[in-house]
């Protein structure tokens, strides 16, 4: 039976409010942060974020101080430099010249620093490029499926309908995306954007061949999408093997590009960018790039991003002279060799047993183990409480329905013989669980 | 003629973005910013940001210093440290205990500290409190008009509808809002919250009466609504006299706080929160407080706040033995005397020309006055460059036509003499098109 119950009564019904609508990623996140949180002895073969021992707080005092050298060094005075840390500042960013020589030096990536707009963090970015891009409720956006959840979870918070377009065991297929796109418009709405990671995926680890980003970028033409290009896990190849970004290859303004320091830096500056350089008309005929348009949207959700936490991140930057690749290398070895160690243990541990497989991603710090058995929370609980081990449910990646029989490791956040270990326990759980 | 152009093709029309929906009030704001741009030399009575006198550089590193002793403080380990400060972190934020202590100490609010989410900036607080009170197409909001045009900006992101109940000189009447919440739900439509500034209201300056407060929180009850209550300028009355928060005087949970930093603090920070301490119940009878479900839109939002500018933050408000009241003595001082300045001015400018009538706020930053003309962004422009002053015309702060021929004056960010001048200015514009 529905009682109404006036919010003035002090009370409010969930199913009344937009978590309700915007909560099933979440939901299933906060059930797996539960499960930790009562197992804290489990190895977390779940947790995707960053290892910790790469940074200390003092790191924020250094970097604070290199980017006010940097400042006083172009000539500022005192008083300008407490107005861009201290007051409201440019809605885009005050290190988008810095980023620009990053990607440049990095990534081959060549744009103008007003393409760049600094976001809280790359969720951020997400939630504007989904909204500018969106206008009417025709308008939809494709993602790779499995996704992560943060991007559907943004277009959920947006009410913008995300279609999956099924991933293949060597990346997104550029043909099924094309064929995805006409689909839609055939049923009379509009497809706007793509979502892709190229490098090493979340949940997936997979990766796509050079040859495959060319022909998406033909493809994004062809079926006039802009693809959002999401690339957090870019520097953490097995090998040095290049990795063109599709916004590298991009010639033609096709590519958005979402980028993210939370690896590569550290997640607490929450700090993380998008490239826009679309070039944009207006109906009198005046052009503009697209990032300075997002502006507008920008401003309406946080205004600016903080410049204390952008003169960290600047500070950093300027440290290492504009390479993350080259600042990160310690990080780089640090996920290599765990990965490397999960692909060994997972050979060990699973190798003469037919009835399960798993990938070999090229890096970044994820891989998909397929098990003859529903990988559920039920079993999550199980693996938690008598086996002493967390992994995520693949099913927590789809939209309506895949991944049952499927779980993600990670191992970021762990070090090597904690790897070992985790898959070890995993082992006896998988055979205990398919004999 | 429409001529479609592929995205690929390099070329996106502005119309099919949604800053063409979501920027009328940004386009105002652009207009300004770039008027005041091509003017440097004129007066700003416009500019509605803190004054620059009162914060440098190095309160960035003393707050840090202030919250990481804190935490050694709370026997935290350096390791434990570095993880709060630089690694992802609680959606909700780590300063929540922090500002519920400043809430008790200079606002009378008492709430746990569970009921507090940290933000980036109040604007995500309006963005997340919107968002999650208004789940389907038919909840709206109600908000005062003229109103501030980060709030109608936030709804007009997120699509919702935003009904204006008209403020009087004494502030918001609480029958008017019944009135119009009985009109909405007749329409079908289900009114969720209410926006309202009652503390010198920005633009209007003005002020709720302590009577009227009450009967407000018991118009929400009756109608069902929650309060969105925006307090960003509370500190700065022209007297000590109390001014109760709605929140202070919230004994059924009707209102949602929100919370800004940027003028008790500073700007940069881009720290906010909101206090949502409602409970929630969901299908199964279990309850949880507000702040606590709207977790999963924050998440999906910006992850959560930069622990680096939330320690910012904390740092002061510990230094400030959690009384932003008195820490911000100084700031009081001059806000006064720039209000008085404005106010006097006024006077002697304008005081026997029965043509024109301006109030006079209590506090805050604002004033409107009225003219017998029309103040556009033409007359705007003529101000800037024939003049030397800016103002804002008070038709940006209304949705549907309204303000025409009144203008907002700022005080805040001039010193008392640049008052004094910019009213001088202003005078000669008056005299010279009402003549």
Tied chains: 1, 2.
Excluded at 89 to 116: C, F, H, K, S, Y
Excluded at 266 to 281: C, I, N, S, T, Y
Excluded at 285 to 300: D, N, Q, V
Excluded at 408 to 428: I, M
Aim: proline share 5%; glycine share 8%; charged share 25%.
């Amino acid at each position: 039976m529905e009682t109404t119950v006036g919010t003035g009564a002090g009370l409010l019904r969930r199913a009344e409010l937009h978590v309700s609508v915007s909560d099933p990623a979440a939901a299933s996140m906060n059930f797996l942060n539960e499960v930790a949180a009562r197992f804290p002895d489990a190895v977390s073969l779940a947790a995707g974020r960053p290892y910790d021992g790469f940074y200390t707080a003092q790191d924020i005092d250094r970097f604070l101080a290199v980017f006010r050298a940097h400042l006083i060094g172009q000539g500022r005075s005192e008083e300008q430099i407490n107005r861009t840390l201290l007051q409201y500042g440019r809605t885009n960013g005050v290190i988008g010249d810095l980023i620009a020589r990053m990607l440049a030096a990095d990534e081959g990536i060549e744009v103008p620093a007003e393409a760049v707009m600094v976001t809280a963090g790359c969720q951020e970015a997400m939630i504007i490029a989904l909204r500018g891009l969106c206008a009417g409720p025709q308008d939809v956006v494709l993602a790779v499926e499995p996704c992560y959840v943060g991007f559907t979870g943004a277009a959920r918070i947006l009410g913008i309908e995300v279609v999956p377009v099924p991933e293949a065991a060597d990346g997104l297929d550029p043909d099924a995306v094309l064929r995805v796109a006409r689909e839609v418009r055939a049923s009379g709405r509009r497809p706007r954007g793509l979502y892709v990671v190229p490098n090493f995926a979340n949940p997936s680890g997979v990766s796509m061949p050079v040859e495959a980003r060319r022909r998406l970028l033909a493809v994004a033409r062809e079926a006039e999408l802009v693809i959002l290009e999401d690339d957090p896990y870019g520097l953490f190849g097995l090998d040095d093997e290049p990795r063109p970004a599709l916004k590298a290859l991009d010639t033609d303004h096709s590519v958005i590009y979402l980028g993210s320091f939370a690896k590569s830096v550290f997640p607490g500056a929450r700090v993380g960018f998008l490239v826009a350089d679309q070039p944009v008309e207006d109906a009198a005929g005046r052009r503009s790039l697209l990032a300075e348009e997002l502006s507008t949207i920008k401003s309406m959700l946080t205004v600016n991003t903080s410049p204390i936490a952008q003169a960290v991140v600047g500070g950093m930057l300027i440290e290492a002279d504009y390479s993350l690749r080259t600042a990160n290398r310690r990080k780089v070895e640090h996920y290599r060799t765990n990965l490397r160690t999960l692909l060994s243990a997972l050979d060990r541990e699973f190798g003469d047993d037919a009835r399960l497989s798993w990938n070999a991603p090229e890096g970044g710090f994820f891989a998909v183990l397929d098990v003859p058995f529903e990988a559920d929370e039920e079993l999550l609980e199980v693996s938690a409480r008598d086996y002493g081990v967390l992994w995520t449910p693949m099913s927590y990646f789809y939209g309506a329905g895949g991944g049952e029989c499927a779980i993600r490791l990670s191992c970021s956040v762990l070090d090597a013989s904690q790897v070992e270990e985790g898959v070890r326990r995993l082992g006896k759980l998988v055979r205990d669980r398919a004999s």
